[in-house]
Nanobody, 125 residues
């Protein structure tokens, strides 16, 4: 079992930046593809960004392209979501997810095995 712990959420003004971090508890995640999702109140969870376990391939939802950057540091066992030029519509609970894979370059938009508890991001106008 992999337990994921997110951090870095908070309140920021529109146009500002935040960096989310996610780390698995008690396990290295070098063979896990990782993803970030978000859920707006009353809506389904949506994929925001994803990264292969090698770090060489990424995916971004159209709504965040050019503003968000996903990255990972396997030596530090941490995946990041750098969010810039934030908009009020980015307000949501953000979740980290992990999927074990034998393919270093594969990116998953869905089909994740493990999820974090979520961290609230609020962007004020």
């Amino acid at each position: 079992q992999v337990r994921l712990v997110e951090s870095g959420g908070g309140l920021v003004q529109a146009g500002g930046s935040l960096r989310l971090s996610c780390a698995p508890s008690g396990r290295t995640f070098s063979s896990y593809a990782m993803g970030w999702f978000r859920q707006h109140p009353g809506k389904e969870r949506e994929s925001v960004a994803a990264i292969s376990w090698s770090g060489g391939n990424t995916y971004y939802a159209d709504s965040v392209k050019g503003r968000f950057t996903i990255s990972r540091d396997n030596a530090k066992n941490t995946v990041y979501l750098q969010m810039s030029s934030l908009k009020p519509e980015d307000t949501a609970v953000y979740y980290c997810a992990a999927k074990q894979t034998a393919v270093p370059g594969r990116v998953f938009q869905y089909e994740y095995d493990y999820w974090g508890q979520g961290t609230q991001v609020t962007v004020s106008s």
